[in-house]
């Protein structure tokens, strides 16, 4: 029997093994585990596993805004050479695909198309070009109707959506009131369009059915999660599904459930008993894998005199196909950021024949502090204060609309500090100019709500003195081989290439997956947990308390005594640790927190604007690596300036279709685009988040990223352009 250690989260955990453990490998610096692997081409990808017999798979995707799928007429894909089976199983396809973490079943047919691009057959092949060929040469019938895609035109449409992870509507004081009573105040409307993921790694399975067993070689940020999916999907039960997914080339959202080409290949497998592969072309990862939803976002700000704000209003609208309940939650981090009495936080959602909307990197913040932070910055100058001053008095001593403490908050640091490194002076607007260039700084603040997700881990000792860990967690290109190792090695006394890592594989003990920026405290607090039952273990060992434990250099030291630890496993010492999220998060409103700063030079003649300096500060508890926590936060602004300049998702008028459906047209930041990013963090440690006293940072860079753009954008130009992205026609 493996012991294992359950830590249910409800109280602080206010001394942590990590302090007095002495490995001396947390927060350091080090190189990624598996960064040899990748730069060799040696890490597998989904779509990378050589299996015999190998049949591939082409989605055909049906092209109207709206319709039902009468017939289908597969004679001339059928006369492709090459071409095995059209596989066309309207009752278990998915029409979309699916949010993490939700287990219904992903089938609600297709027979109903309800966006442009809609998966509704797939054609198998013995190569993947007759497989294409083939999709190509398939008819549908299809009696066509007339889609909704006129956001614009459909906003008095929008209703109120069920309650998800927060509550679509929440309100206190008299926020409209306050407002018209303001001795200060701005009241606008800000717009974001839809956005995609866009992952390097396209959405790819290999479905393998052996002995009645299905083997699923994706990519899937949630494996855990995703089997559910498709034991759902498929009618199986847990011992008949395997999800694999040991490397994953980014997911931002995208990858958190399960996408028709997984569900495609394995019915397409069960029926032509051999692997099948299916790949989804970049178009079609555009055309129908999950989208963030474009949102209109009214945010109204009323002050007294002194700045002190009085009243926050955040009125959101955002789309979703009819019948989902997803709605971008933009109004997320409004709730808690700034003091205030009369509050209101709303969202609405309009029902459109766009793809599903969902998921996507800070759903939430990386849009809603847009309009909040932008809106801040236009109070500040409308109170005639610094936007750090502003800031300054508004900080909160609890959560303004729950009244329950923050668990720690140190937005206020990251604002000085990080002020005092990018050499914070602003100009006044529109008065800096190098040559046809017009310079402007912008400062925005950063929060990113932490979650702790159950999460569980195995560690075995073996005979030869290292260790194993084991969870079926995933590591996105986030750095958790690595970060998992440190945990362990910091906890076991060994050092980094004496843990074996190895994640992605459902027959592991479950993770909590990569999403939400719980990965890291919630599948790091089970390795722990595992670590801190296989000390106990060994001091029993050793006849000494745990509290007695030294491990160090594969060594168990106490009473004077040192020996190697694989003398004392025996076959192999097995622990597991499991986290659970408890009444902490009620308890207390926890969040990493960050402030950004940076320089832009908008040219003069042709709007052109170039981000030029850049620096952030952050708070978000204790660092596990320093290397792999700066590289998130430097993907996250990347991403936010991105939001703030190119990207954009344009859907047809006609057909709602995603006209810029690949890299050359939906723009994301290239370097040239990226000046160097300083980043750094504050010395923190949050007793309320986990065991690690560590906050999660992969979405903290993103959030607020783009408001610092575009109020650098205001600084330079004296232009407010509150419809993002900020392409140089708006400046003109
Ligand atoms: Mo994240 S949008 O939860 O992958």
Redesign the pocket.
């Known amino acids: 029997m493996t012991d294992t250690q359950t830590l249910r989260m409800s109280a602080p955990v206010e001394k942590s093994l990590l302090d007095t453990a002495t490995q001396g490998l947390i927060g350091l610096p080090l190189d990624r585990k598996d960064g040899p692997l990748k730069v060799a081409g040696r890490a597998t990808y989904a779509a990378e596993y050589a299996l015999n017999d190998v049949a591939y798979g082409v989605l055909v995707g049906a092209p109207v805004g709206l319709g039902k799928l009468k017939g289908i007429d597969d004679t001339a894909a059928r006369a492709v050479p090459g071409v095995i089976d059209v596989v066309v199983d309207l009752d278990r396809f998915a029409r979309n695909p699916q949010q ?1 973490g939700e287990e219904t079943a992903p089938t609600q047919g297709v027979k109903d198309i309800d966006y442009w691009g809609q998966h509704v057959a797939l054609v198998v092949a013995e190569s993947f070009e007759a497989a294409r060929e083939g999709a190509a040469a398939v008819v549908l019938d299809i009696a066509e109707g007339t889609p909704d895609v006129d956001f614009d035109g459909r906003l008095d449409d929008a209703e109120k959506p069920a309650d998800s992870m927060i509550p679509a509507h929440s309100e206190s004081g008299n926020p409209d009131a306050a407002l018209t009573a303001a001795a200060v105040s701005i009241d606008h409307v800000w717009t974001t369009p839809s956005q995609h993921s866009a992952a390097m790694e396209p959405h790819a399975t290999i479905a393998d059915w052996q002995d009645d067993r299905l083997t699923l070689y994706s990519a899937l ?1 949630m494996p855990a999660s995703d089997k559910k999916q498709m034991m759902k999907a498929l009618d199986l039960k847990a011992d008949e599904v395997r999800i694999v997914a040991r490397f994953v080339g980014g ?3 995208s990858k ?1 459930g399960v996408s028709t080409e997984g569900i495609a290949a394995a019915i397409a497998s069960q029926q032509l008993g051999r692997p099948v592969k299916v790949v989804m072309a970049r178009q079609q990862v555009f055309d129908a894998t999950v989208r963030r939803s474009n949102t209109s976002q009214r945010v109204a700000l009323g002050a007294d005199a002194d700045g002190k704000l009085t009243t926050i209003i955040h009125d959101t609208i955002t789309s979703n196909l009819p019948g989902e309940d997803f709605f971008e939650p933009a109004g997320l981090a409004t709730h808690f950021m700034y003091s205030g009495d009369n509050r209101r936080v709303n969202h609405d959602l309009v029902r459109m024949n766009w793809l599903l909307s969902g ?5 939430g913040e990386a849009v809603g502090m847009i309009a909040l932070e932008c809106a801040m910055d236009e109070l500040a100058e409308a109170a005639g204060l610094d936007p750090i001053e502003l800031r300054r008095r508004n900080e909160p001593d609890v959560d303004p609309e729950k009244g329950v403490p923050f668990s720690t908050r140190n937005l206020t640091r990251c604002m000085e500090e990080g002020a005092k490194v990018f050499g914070w002076a602003p100009a006044e607007p529109a008065t800096t100019r190098d040559g046809e260039w017009l310079v402007g700084t912008g400062m925005a603040a950063s929060a990113r709500t932490n979650l702790t997700m159950p999460s569980s881990a195995r560690i075995t000792l073996t005979p030869s003195g290292t260790a194993i860990v084991e969870t079926d967690m995933t590591d996105i290109g986030t750095g958790t081989y690595t970060i998992l190792a440190q945990i362990a090695g910091e906890l076991l006394g060994l050092a980094m290439p004496q843990v074996d890592v190895r994640l992605g594989d459902t027959d592991m003990p479950p993770g909590a997956g ?3 920026s719980w990965g890291a405290g919630s599948a790091g607090s089970s390795v722990y947990l595992a670590a801190e039952k296989l000390r106990e273990n060994i001091a029993k060992a050793m006849d000494c308390d745990a509290t007695e434990l030294t491990l160090k250099d594969g060594l168990a030291i106490a009473n004077n005594r040192s020996v190697p630890l694989a003398d004392l496993v025996g076959d192999g010492m097995v622990a597991e640790g499991v986290i659970k999220p408890g009444k902490n998060d009620q308890s207390h409103t926890q969040a990493a927190y960050g402030a950004h700063f940076c320089e832009v030079r908008v040219n003069a003649t042709t709007g052109e604007t170039r981000v030029s300096r850049w620096h952030s500060t952050f708070a978000a508890g204790r660092i596990l690596n320093e290397k792999t926590a700066r590289s998130q936060c430097f993907g996250g602004i990347v991403f936010g300036i991105g939001a703030a300049l190119t990207e954009e998702m344009v859907h047809d008028p006609r057909t709602g279709q995603v006209v810029n459906h690949d890299l050359a047209e939906y723009h994301v930041p290239a370097n040239a685009d990226v000046p160097m990013l300083g980043v750094d963090f504050l010395v923190e440690r949050d007793p309320w988040a986990n065991p690690l006293q560590a906050k999660g940072i992969g ?1 903290l860079g993103i959030s607020g990223a783009a408001a610092a753009v575009a109020n650098a954008i205001y600084n330079a130009t004296g232009v407010r352009v509150r419809e993002l992205p900020i392409t140089l026609d708006k400046l003109l």
Do not use: K, V
Not at 359 to 363: D, E, G, K, T, V
């Open positions: 993490g940020q997911g931002f959202g958190l998921s996507m990197r800070a759903p990569s999403g939400g979405e």
